[in-house]
């Protein structure tokens, strides 16, 4: 399956189904351990692209899932929104991402 590159939160898309099917392909992507995946997922939460609202806890939970898996800018990215979050909104953020995790892995058991 060949994803979409989010570019910064500025790639024009045709309609509202072209951007949920991004979401979904990214989505279901990440759920396989995609890396690029989840720093998009960040990405178009950050910005509020691709049809999804900004979400600076959604958008932590992913940059942190790419980062602790070796992207190197999703981890610049989550430190960077970090500074615009309260520690309850990290704290929920973090939260999320080991609850995606423990799903993660009870999908591929």
Same mark, same amino acid.
Request: hydrophobic share 40%; charged share 25%; with cysteine.
């Given at each position: 399956?060949?994803?979409?590159? /989010?570019? +910064? +939160?500025?790639?024009? %898309?045709?309609?509202?189904?072209?951007?949920?099917? %991004?979401?979904?392909?990214?989505?279901? $992507? $990440?759920?396989? @351990?995609?890396?690029?995946?989840? &720093?998009? %997922? @960040?990405v178009?939460? *950050?910005? +509020? *692209?691709?049809?999804?609202?900004?979400? %600076?806890? #959604?958008?932590?939970? =992913? &940059?942190?899932?790419?980062?602790t898996? +070796?992207? #190197? !800018?999703?981890? =610049?990215?989550?430190?960077? /929104? *970090?500074?615009e979050?309260?520690?309850? !909104? /990290?704290? !929920?953020?973090?939260?999320?991402?080991? !609850? =995606?995790? /423990?799903?993660? $892995?009870?999908?591929?058991?």
């Amino acid at each position: 399956m060949k994803l979409h590159k /989010i570019e +910064g +939160g500025r790639t024009e %898309l045709p309609g509202d189904e072209t951007a949920d099917m %991004l979401i979904a392909n990214c989505l279901a $992507a $990440a759920s396989q @351990g995609d890396v690029t995946a989840c &720093f998009d %997922l @960040g990405v178009a939460y *950050s910005t +509020g *692209s691709h049809g999804v609202n900004c979400d %600076l806890i #959604e958008a932590h939970k =992913w &940059f942190n899932l790419a980062a602790t898996r +070796g992207h #190197e !800018e999703a981890s =610049w990215c989550r430190a960077d /929104i *970090s500074d615009e979050m309260t520690a309850r !909104e /990290i704290a !929920e953020a973090q939260r999320r991402a080991r !609850e =995606w995790l /423990i799903q993660s $892995a009870r999908h591929a058991a």
